[in-house]
């Protein structure tokens, strides 16, 4: 299968230790007008791939199946290499808490880069940076993030991590006081300035249809101390997994043991945060775990409980989807068709 080309491909620093992630972000083609305007789309959803020590990256051909589907349904996607992955700095660690950090990074800048990403009717971007004519000349993007929807997702390994997250309001905080120098700060400045290519198109296209983007070169010289006036309300969020790991497995692959009723705690900017309860973000969004019944990494008698179970809390948001004879890696005849219908299914509902 073969992606569009990403509209944007950049690097971001690490909540964690600041080590460069490498990044991809995605634009529609379903959000451009018939007379060729760009509109703002509304809806975001990052996906973050399997296990790096087993060869994840973002380049994973179920990470594109999901990315794809997303692209196809109007939302702005971005996909990210962990630490170890790729051309990703650093390396893979044993407790998940540098990467649960990672996934925190690219989850603040996409809440940023969609808050300064503007309808071109008469918009403009806030903070410092001024374009050929006035701020003054054009309305004010207060509001123009309300309500807008993010799809937390991963495959594999990357659906663990997106369980563990923090809530948004928690993520908006952490970017919402960060430091002048802190990697916070310097995602935000580099989300404010991709926002601002984007929505302007000051800067044309590669003859790949791809930005190789150089944060450092650019945006931290040129910005200085301007970010966005207005910070961004928190996204309403959703969660879609696809083949989730459970115990065992997820003990081998980290020694943070995951389940439903344990969260974990990361640092950021040398703060602690702590992610919500798995059971608790999975039941109180609307969630999809989706899984093969032939899935090796987990038995299909703990997906199948897991799953029950979720969905049977009280007023639970949490839906599953077992599909017949597929397996980790969705390579069986005919499965993955089933698994971009459910996954279209859900990113188009309401």
């Known amino acids: 299968m073969d992606l569009i080309p990403p509209s944007y491909s950049f690097t971001i620093p690490s909540l964690y230790d600041a080590v460069h992630l490498e ?21 975001a959803a990052i996906v973050a791939h399997p296990y790096a020590p087993l060869g994840g990256c973002f380049d994973d051909p179920i990470v594109g199946v999901i990315t794809d589907e997303l692209l196809q349904a109007g939302y702005v996607v971005g996909t990210f290499n962990l630490r170890g992955a790729g051309e990703s ?13 990672d996934y925190i990074s690219f989850y603040g800048f996409v809440i940023h880069y969609m808050h300064n990403l503007l309808i071109e009717d008469g918009s403009q971007l806030s903070g410092e940076i001024r374009s050929p004519v006035e701020e003054d000349d054009y309305p004010s993007v207060k509001g123009e993030d309300d309500n807008m929807k993010l799809i937390l997702s991963g495959y594999s390994f990357g659906s663990m991590l997106a369980t563990l997250l923090p809530s ?3 993520v908006v905080e952490t970017f919402s006081s960060a430091e002048d120098d802190s990697s916070a700060m310097k995602i935000r400045r580099i989300a404010l300035e991709l926002a601002r290519e984007h929505s302007l198109s000051i800067r044309p296209a590669t003859p790949s249809g791809t930005c190789n983007y150089q944060p450092e070169s650019r945006v931290l010289g040129r910005i200085g101390k301007g970010v966005e006036k207005i910070n961004p ?18 003990l081998f ?64 948001s949490f839906e599953f989807l077992e599909i017949r004879g597929a397996g980790h890696f969705w390579r069986e005849n005919g499965v993955e068709f089933l698994l971009k219908s ?8 309401r």
């Open 233 to 250: 309300s928190p996204p309403d969020v959703h969660y879609l997994l696809v083949s989730p790991i459970l115990p065992p497995v997820s």
């Open 23 to 43: 990044c991809r972000l995605f634009h529609s083609p379903r959000s451009v007008h018939a007379r060729g305007k760009r509109k703002v789309e509304k809806k």
């Open 342 to 349: 459910a996954i279209r299914d859900f990113s188009l509902a």
């Open 89 to 101: 700095q650093g390396r893979t660690s044993w407790t998940a808490k540098p990467e649960l950090a």
């Open 168 to 170: 948004a309001v928690q």
């Open 253 to 316: 692959v980290t020694m943070s043991f995951f389940a439903s009723h344990k969260n974990l705690s990361t640092t950021v900017d040398g703060s602690s945060i702590t992610g919500l309860l798995p059971e608790e973000a999975l039941t109180s969004h609307r969630s999809l775990a989706i899984y093969g019944d032939s899935d090796f990494f987990t038995s299909i008698k703990k997906l199948r409980d897991w799953s029950r179970e979720l969905s049977s809390k009280p007023n639970s």
